[in-house]
C-alpha cells in the first residue's frame, strides 16, 4: 500500500507556536489563532520549571494553568478552540503550542 502524504500549504492541518512570553494580563488580541483549519487537539508545552503559565479561550478566563513545578506539558483532545491567549506569573517563559486536525 502506497503512503500518502500531504505536501506543505494551505491544506497542512498543523501548526506549531513557539515564542517567549512576558504578558500578566491577557492582551486585546491573541497570541495563538488559527486561520486555515479548527484544530481537534492541542499539546501546551511550558518551557520553565519556575514559572506559571495561564491560558484562555476567550481572553478573560483562565481555561488552563500550567504550574511548570508541577507540570510542563498537556494534550487536549477534542479541544475546539481557534484562538488562545497567553499570560504568564512574572517575567518571562517560552511557550510552545502544537494544534492538529
Known amino acids: 500500500m502506497a503512503m500518502i502524504t500531504l505536501d506543505p500549504g ?3 492541518k498543523y501548526k506549531h ?3 517567549s512570553i512576558n504578558d500578566t494580563t491577557y492582551p486585546a488580541t491573541a497570541q495563538f489563532t488559527l486561520t486555515t483549519f479548527r484544530a481537534r487537539n492541542f499539546e501546551f ?3 520553565s520549571t519556575t514559572r506559571t503559565a495561564s491560558f484562555s479561550f ?3 478566563n483562565n481555561h ?3 504550574d511548570g513545578t508541577l507540570i510542563r506539558a498537556i494534550s ?4 475546539h478552540v481557534d484562538s488562545i491567549w497567553i499570560i504568564v ?3 518571562s517563559a517560552t511557550i ?3 494544534a492538529w486536525a
Open 76 to 79: 487536549r483532545d477534542m479541544l
Open 17 to 19: 507556536y513557539r515564542a
Open 96 to 98: 510552545q503550542i502544537n
Open 10 to 12: 494551505p491544506q497542512e
Open 89 to 91: 506569573d512574572s517575567s
Open 45 to 47: 508545552i511550558l518551557e
Open 58 to 60: 476567550d481572553g478573560t
Open 64 to 66: 488552563l494553568v500550567m
